[in-house]
C-alpha cells in the first residue's frame, strides 16, 4: 500500500508520539528497564544497534538493558523530530548533549516506530556519538 502524500504527517499521529516519545525519554534516563523493554516489539526481528554494541531480537534487547550500568544516563533533547507515514508507521530521529567526566558529549538517535494492536512498538534503533570538536 502507498503512502499519499496527504498522509504524511497526520497532526493527530505525529500528537500521538509526541506524547508517547517523553515516557521513552524518562524511562531512559531513569534506567526504568521494564518500559523500555516494553517500548520495542517483542520480535526476534527487532534491532538496536547502539553506541558500542548491535542487538538482534528482544532477548539480547532486554539482557543489555539489564546489564547496562545506570550511571551518567541524563541527557538533554536538542532536537527532536517525528515524522509519520499514515495513521501506523512513523521514524523519531533525536539530537541530543550529555555532560561526562570526561567533557560533552553529543550524539543522535533515530528509531522507527510501528503501531501494533497493542500500540505504538520501537521495531529499529540506532544510536551514535558524533566525534568530540
Known amino acids: 500500500m502507498a503512502i499519499h502524500p496527504d498522509e504524511v ?9 509526541h506524547e508517547l516519545y517523553p515516557r521513552y525519554e524518562q524511562a531512559l534516563v531513569t ?3 521494564d518500559t523500555l523493554v516494553a517500548m520495542f516489539w517483542a520480535s526476534t526481528e527487532v534491532m538496536r544497534f ?10 539480547e534487547l532486554e539482557a543489555f538493558r539489564k546489564g547496562r ?8 533533547v536538542d532536537r527532536l ?7 501506523d ?4 530521529t533525536l539530537e541530543f548533549s550529555r555532560s561526562t567526566p570526561q567533557g560533552d558529549v553529543r550524539g543522535r538517535q533515530s528509531q ?3 503501531r501494533f494492536p497493542a500500540g505504538w512498538r520501537i521495531v529499529s534503533a540506532h544510536v551514535s556519538l558524533l566525534p568530540r570538536g
Not at 504527517?9 to 508520539?17: F, G, R
Not at 547502539?50 to 531480537?57: H, K, M, R
Not at 550500568?69 to 538533554?76: K, S
Not at 508507521?89 to 523519531?92: I, N
Open 69 to 76: 550500568p545506570a550511571v551518567n544516563l541524563a541527557r538533554t
Open 89 to 92: 508507521f512513523a521514524s523519531v
Open 50 to 59: 547502539g553506541v558500542a554494541e548491535n542487538l538482534y531480537g528482544h532477548d
Open 112 to 114: 522507527v516506530w510501528v
Open 9 to 17: 504527517n497526520l497532526p493527530d499521529v505525529v500528537a500521538e508520539l
Open 31 to 33: 534506567n526504568d528497564v
Open 81 to 87: 523530530d517525528v515524522v509519520a507515514f499514515g495513521g
